[in-house]
């Protein structure tokens, strides 16, 4: 149907061989925060790879200043090298709307009403109607989808997006945080990690240290200095053991750095 293309949102529409195909779509992924990377990653190489679509990193200026040894910036290049997208950077709104020409869909991986996301917040708030806003849930514990006890103390008991839909990784029951006005945009779909595992047997390095994984970016850190005192003396006794043994661990902390 002719009338199918000035309708304001994406349209999926089926091939004869029953393949979803997004015809003159850019799929825009906005980068703000470091953390923003891996979350979108997965999806600018479905965008590109699976569904055709022109992909553009659209990166705030301020994401340089938070990436102090170029190495988010580093691997925004190489996915623009794997993938054909377009790297653009914006200083603020205005700058960000120039790039918004056409149709498709932005992808947001941190957004909402909370002042550390106001920079994606304020774009979907002004983006043109022919652009699908999407907002995903990027953590176990995520503003406006699932708070501690410490989030609501920092941030309060929910968080609105600017989003036409907002993809997490599990059912509303499990959303303890979802504010009412925001649960006719939820789609379920997991999170976006999955979407890139290894396709191959994965043989384990027997060289290879131990890891140990733990948000230091959290709010739960910020909360109280005791708090971070106690994780640092018990790593550290913990890595002093290892140590008297021969072995080994990496702390993977938190892309953001904050800690």
């Not at 997965?42 to 659209?58: C, I, K, S, Y």
């Not at 290892?242 to 902390?253: A, K, Q, W």
């Amino acid at each position: 149907d002719d009338h199918l293309g000035k309708l304001p949102h994406p349209i999926l529409l089926r091939d004869g061989l029953d393949n979803v195909v997004l015809r003159n779509r850019t799929a825009v992924f906005l980068i703000n925060l470091v953390q923003d990377v891996n979350i979108v990653r997965p999806l600018v190489f479905m965008a590109t790879r699976d569904f055709g679509l022109n992909a553009m990193l659209l990166v705030s200026t301020k994401f340089s200043g938070r990436d102090l040894f170029d190495i988010w910036g580093s691997e925004l290049r190489e996915i623009c090298e794997q993938t054909g997208a377009r790297l653009e950077y914006f200083a603020d709104d205005w700058e960000a709307h120039r790039h918004l020409h056409g149709e498709g869909l932005i992808f947001a991986a941190s957004e909402s009403h909370l002042h550390n996301h106001v920079t994606t917040h304020s774009i979907f708030l002004h983006a043109p109607a022919t652009y699908l806003k999407v907002t995903l849930q990027h953590g176990f514990e995520c503003v406006g989808f699932r708070h501690s006890a410490d989030h609501v103390r920092a941030h309060g008991e929910t968080a609105s997006f600017g989003a036409d839909i907002v993809c997490s990784w599990y059912g509303l029951d499990q959303l303890t945080s979802m504010t009412p006005s925001q649960r006719g945009k939820l789609l379920v779909t997991g999170p976006t990690a999955v979407l890139q595992m290894p396709t191959e047997t994965v043989v384990r390095d027997g060289r290879a240290p131990g890891i140990v994984c733990e948000n230091l970016h959290s709010v739960r850190l910020n909360g109280t200095r005791t708090l971070k005192n106690e994780f640092v003396d018990t790593f550290a006794r913990f890595c002093q053991k290892l140590d008297d043994v021969g072995g080994e661990v990496v702390l993977r902390p938190h892309p953001g750095g904050q800690y």
